[in-house]
């Protein structure tokens, strides 16, 4: 993949010796001398890393980080902090001012491009989850519920795969100080824990004794359920090698033994609240989603989902061979209740209707609000005599019950004309089944009302 990098470096020796080595890689490289600079860079060109200097003249490093994570507009800019000092206090540093990772000088060439692919692909996730969330506030589906962005990283539950019987319980004591933390040294009852609960972390050593960390890193990937679960890794010196094979596999993090007790913690927090932003953009893009074809007074699909599923399953039915029958449903004088009873008692109708509905309906058929007080079901599989029954079921269920409001009389009595249609030829489309149906629900209306007809075509 591609991706634009910022290198902020105040040596034009360093900026030369990454960008050529970006570039190799066919990545776009853009160039900046001073935390000013680069601040200035990133409030008009789209980055989507950033290698950040720690020891600059002026602003260093950790500032500048502190600036990018602390503006909305830059603050999900991956952000990796290169030090020639390999001192933990520095990473803990730089990982408290928002740092996404680290990069000791001399760079090394391979972790250097792994870890921009590792973190430009994260940003990718990111970006497409934010623009269908800004995409569905500006189309007004919940304009009122913003995403969360901030987040303290704490009370987290994290799963540690690490058969070691001194060091684990340690690492275990330090971090239960702010989360929850569960044990376990078998892989398979780790990769059957992963799945099963409801973990924010889950941290793997590669120093297992008798088992091959990595692959259940990977089983973890392969898995829907577990698919965007964050792992770091635990590596001890020496094992570069499968390090880079396990971000390469798409790792979040890592840790080299002997671990530090506040760089693990500050780790730990950054994935967790990672983490839990992305679910709170999921959560969003699902619930605006949902809004945009469901009717929220009944629950039910509304046109525009009906409009976009139907031509499929009338494709599916002719493929198949296979029978297929549509209802429209219209409360009858519905403009009565809401002129005598106000509209809030047409409301409580209308919802009660719709849970009739569903009741008398398979899970397989396509239960739709139409508009106002029309309603539409889809039955797949269901040919003109079986549909003119269950139409005729729901037709009484509505006469024999009277509906309650809020009104002074607390309940109406109403009923609903049905007209039915089905797949008829090969020529056949959502819009011709539609109408013949719509044709005989206006049959039912003129015969009287409270009655069902089918198309006689």
Do not use: W
Request: one cysteine or more.
């Amino acid at each position: 993949m591609t991706a634009r990098v910022l290198v902020v470096d105040d040596i034009l020796a360093n900026i030369k010796l990454l960008e050529a080595r970006l570039q190799a890689e066919y990545f776009e490289v853009l160039t900046a001398t001073s935390g000013a600079e680069a601040l200035e860079i990133c409030d008009h060109e789209q980055a989507d890393v950033i290698l950040l200097d720690v020891m600059m003249p002026g602003m260093d490093g950790f500032e500048v980080c502190r600036r990018l994570k602390a503006n909305r507009k830059t603050q999900h800019i991956p952000v990796v902090m290169v030090t020639a000092l390999d001192q933990v206090s520095d990473r803990v540093q730089g990982l408290q001012a928002g740092a996404d990772d680290f990069l000791t000088k001399p760079v090394d060439e391979i972790a250097l491009i792994t870890r921009v692919r590792n973190l430009a692909r994260v940003k990718t996730l990111n970006d497409e989850m934010i623009m269908r969330a800004a995409s569905g506030q500006s189309m007004a589906l919940d304009g009122d519920d913003e995403v969360k962005v901030s987040d303290s990283g704490r009370g987290g539950k994290i799963l540690m795969v690490d058969d070691d019987a001194r060091s684990a319980p340690r690492l275990a004591q330090t971090l239960s100080q702010d989360h929850e933390i569960m044990i376990q040294p078998d892989l398979q009852a780790a990769l059957l824990q992963a799945t099963e609960g409801d973990y924010d972390v889950i941290m793997v050593s590669l120093g297992l004794k008798n088992a091959d960390g990595l692959r259940l890193c990977s089983q973890i990937r392969s898995i829907e359920r577990t698919r965007h679960l964050p792992i770091v890794l635990m590596v001890d010196p020496g094992d570069e090698a499968r390090l880079m094979r396990g971000l390469d596999m798409g790792i979040n993090d890592y840790l080299i033994r002997p671990i530090d007790r506040n760089e693990v913690q500050a780790r730990v927090r950054t994935q967790i609240k990672r983490k839990r932003f992305s679910q709170s953009l999921r959560s969003q893009i699902e619930k605006r989603v949902e809004l945009a074809v469901v009717d929220p007074l009944t629950g039910l699909n509304n046109r525009r989902f009906l409009e976009s599923h139907m031509g499929s399953q009338v494709r599916e039915a002719l493929e198949r061979g296979k029978p297929m029958s549509l209802l429209i449903i219209d409360i009858d004088h519905f403009k009565h209740v809401n002129d005598t009873y106000g509209h809030d008692a047409g409301d409580m109708v209308l919802k009660e209707f719709g849970a009739r509905l569903r009741h008398n309906t398979r899970g397989i058929d396509l239960a739709c609000r139409y508009g106002g007080e029309e309603f539409v079901v889809v039955m797949p599989d269901t040919d003109l005599g079986r549909a003119r029954q269950v139409a005729e079921r729901l037709r009484a269920c509505i006469e024999s019950e009277p509906f309650k409001t809020s009104h002074a009389g607390g309940y109406i009595d109403l009923t609903a004309s049905v007209g039915v249609s089905c797949l008829e030829n090969t020529e056949d489309t959502a819009a011709t089944i539609l109408k013949r149906a719509d044709l005989a629900l206006y049959a039912a209306k003129r015969a009287g009302r409270n009655r069902v007809e089918a198309d006689a075509a």
